[in-house]
């Protein structure tokens, strides 16, 4: 008796490989799968712009950073709670002054800029087709940064715009490093404070466009993070107490889902061996001092040292060293 509806996600023709540079964007679905990435040594850069949820602002902000315009307009600078804020950016960027607030803008714009001229993937994850239009200049905000409501107009992106906003990226993209490849998710985190109704027709504008760049464009892939969480796992107790984000068991089946369709044979071999490391680096002993956990100490240390010639373990033997 079959209990649930398993999800099979087909590997594409290219997969990832452990020296692959991985750029993520997006909702926090991103940070998700960009922290477990970081942690197996893959070489990430993971939301440089902070999280986004829309399509228009993570293609806006990826456009900028290939076309290498590191300039923040000054019409898109609010003062609120004492803080510089930019309404492209998500609050984790902020500056006590307008200067401060560009110059962090610039390194967020060059960190990006030079990662994706040597990235090969990039993994999109899409939240919202809900979008908020700053009513002083016409444009999509990546976020509101609690200004009054009134600033903002309400409405849903489309289907056309959004293909439209990656067609216009992809070019510039391919114009400058053609080996990038994408993978498409749309985050299988809820935005039920926009309603459930609303919510529903919100992701499935992210899913058609998704289906529409998948079929329009080479070198793009679909991972079903979302349908994953709806429709095969299906159940609260996946869910974390806010009962709107995956939990940890949530997040590593869809994690296992990932590396198993994504991550060419000799990448998921590593991550299956480099888990053990990172369990034994995360033992918490009864006694430190020990002789049984020093033994045990030694014996992890000359275990990283087997993965020397793949990844830098010094951080990691320094910290059992400590121990000793």
Same mark, same amino acid.
């Given at each position: 008796?079959?209990?649930?509806?398993?999800?099979? *996600? !087909? @590997?594409?023709?290219?997969?990832? #490989?452990?020296?692959?540079?991985?750029? +993520?964007?997006? &909702?926090?679905?991103? =940070? %998700?799968?960009?922290?477990?990435?970081?942690?197996?040594?893959?070489?990430?850069? *993971? !939301? @440089?712009?902070?999280?986004?949820? #829309?399509?228009?602002?993570?293609?806006? +902000?990826?456009? &900028?950073?290939?076309? =290498? %315009?590191?300039?923040?307009?000054?019409?898109?600078?609010?003062?609120?709670?004492?803080?510089?804020?930019?309404?492209?950016?998500?609050?984790?960027?902020?500056?006590?002054?307008?200067?401060?607030?560009?110059?962090?803008?610039?390194?967020?714009?060059?960190?990006?800029?030079?990662?994706?001229?040597?990235?090969?993937?990039?993994?999109?994850?899409?939240?919202?087709?809900?979008?908020?239009?700053?009513?002083?200049?016409?444009?999509?905000?990546?976020?509101?940064?609690?200004?009054?409501?009134?600033?903002?107009?309400?409405?849903?992106?489309?289907?056309?715009?959004?293909?439209?906003?990656?067609?216009?990226?992809?070019?510039?993209?391919?114009?400058?490093?053609?080996?990038?490849?994408?993978?498409?998710?749309?985050?299988?985190?809820?935005?039920?404070?926009?309603?459930?109704?609303?919510?529903?027709?919100?992701?499935?504008?992210?899913?058609?466009?998704?289906?529409?760049?998948?079929?329009?464009?080479?070198?793009?892939?679909?991972?079903?993070?979302?349908?994953?969480?709806?429709?095969?796992?299906?159940?609260?107790?996946?869910?974390?107490?806010?009962?709107?984000?995956?939990?940890?068991?949530?997040?590593?089946?869809?994690?296992?889902?990932?590396?198993?369709?994504?991550?060419?044979?000799?990448?998921?071999?590593?991550?299956?061996?480099?888990?053990?490391?990172?369990?034994?680096?995360?033992?918490?002993?009864?006694?430190?001092?020990?002789?049984?956990?020093?033994?045990?100490?030694?014996?992890?240390?000359?275990?990283?040292?087997?993965?020397?010639?793949?990844?830098?373990?010094?951080?990691?033997?320094?910290?059992?060293?400590?121990?000793?």
């Amino acid at each position: 008796m079959l209990l649930r509806s398993e999800i099979k *996600v !087909n @590997p594409p023709a290219d997969q990832i #490989n452990l020296k692959d540079p991985v750029l +993520l964007t997006g &909702s926090c679905f991103s =940070e %998700n799968i960009g922290s477990l990435l970081s942690s197996c040594k893959f070489n990430v850069l *993971v !939301n @440089p712009f902070g999280t986004l949820y #829309n399509p228009h602002s993570i293609f806006r +902000l990826m456009l &900028s950073a290939a076309k =290498e %315009n590191f300039e923040l307009p000054e019409t898109d600078i609010v003062f609120n709670q004492g803080i510089y804020r930019c309404l492209g950016f998500h609050s984790a960027i902020s500056g006590k002054d307008m200067p401060d607030l560009k110059e962090k803008g610039r390194e967020a714009f060059h960190r990006s800029s030079d990662f994706l001229r040597k990235n090969k993937w990039i993994i999109l994850t899409l939240g919202t087709s809900i979008v908020y239009v700053y009513k002083k200049t016409g444009e999509i905000v990546a976020n509101c940064h609690k200004l009054p409501a009134d600033n903002f107009q309400r409405q849903f992106m489309q289907v056309d715009d959004i293909v439209a906003g990656f067609s216009e990226l992809h070019a510039a993209l391919n114009g400058i490093n053609p080996e990038i490849k994408f993978i498409l998710t749309v985050s299988p985190v809820r935005h039920l404070n926009e309603g459930f109704d609303d919510n529903q027709v919100s992701k499935s504008i992210l899913r058609l466009a998704c289906d529409r760049i998948a079929r329009q464009f080479s070198g793009i892939n679909y991972f079903p993070a979302y349908e994953i969480m709806i429709d095969d796992l299906r159940d609260y107790r996946f869910y974390s107490d806010d009962l709107v984000h995956p939990n940890s068991l949530a997040v590593q089946y869809i994690w296992e889902k990932f590396n198993a369709a994504y991550f060419d044979y000799e990448t998921r071999e590593f991550v299956r061996a480099w888990s053990k490391i990172l369990k034994a680096l995360s033992h918490r002993p009864f006694n430190p001092g020990s002789s049984e956990y020093k033994e045990f100490v030694k014996n992890t240390i000359e275990k990283l040292k087997s993965f020397g010639d793949k990844v830098n373990v010094g951080p990691e033997i320094e910290q059992l060293n400590d121990q000793l």
